[in-house]
């Protein structure tokens, strides 16, 4: 790939880049386009984030037509 990934603190060493993951999808920090660190240590891709992005906006909006569409009798 012909793009870089970029990282929440800098590299120890070159070799550091290799090791680097994702720990949703595994994929390794030279085959996605962006790796973020979490507090606690944990990583997470560009694609993982926006699958994970769309659930929670798919369930906010759900919750929403939920509250404002009146439940039907059955």
């Not at 891709?45 to 404002?68: E, I, N």
């Amino acid at each position: 790939m012909t793009h870089s990934a970029a990282y929440a603190r800098p590299l120890r060493d070159a070799s550091e880049l290799s090791r680097l993951s994702c720990s949703f999808c595994g994929k390794t920090a030279d085959h996605v386009r962006y790796l973020t660190a979490g507090a606690s240590g944990g990583m997470i891709c560009d694609r993982c984030w926006l699958v994970a992005s769309a659930v929670f906006v798919k369930a906010y909006v759900m919750s929403l037509l939920a509250f404002v569409r009146p439940q039907t009798a059955r």
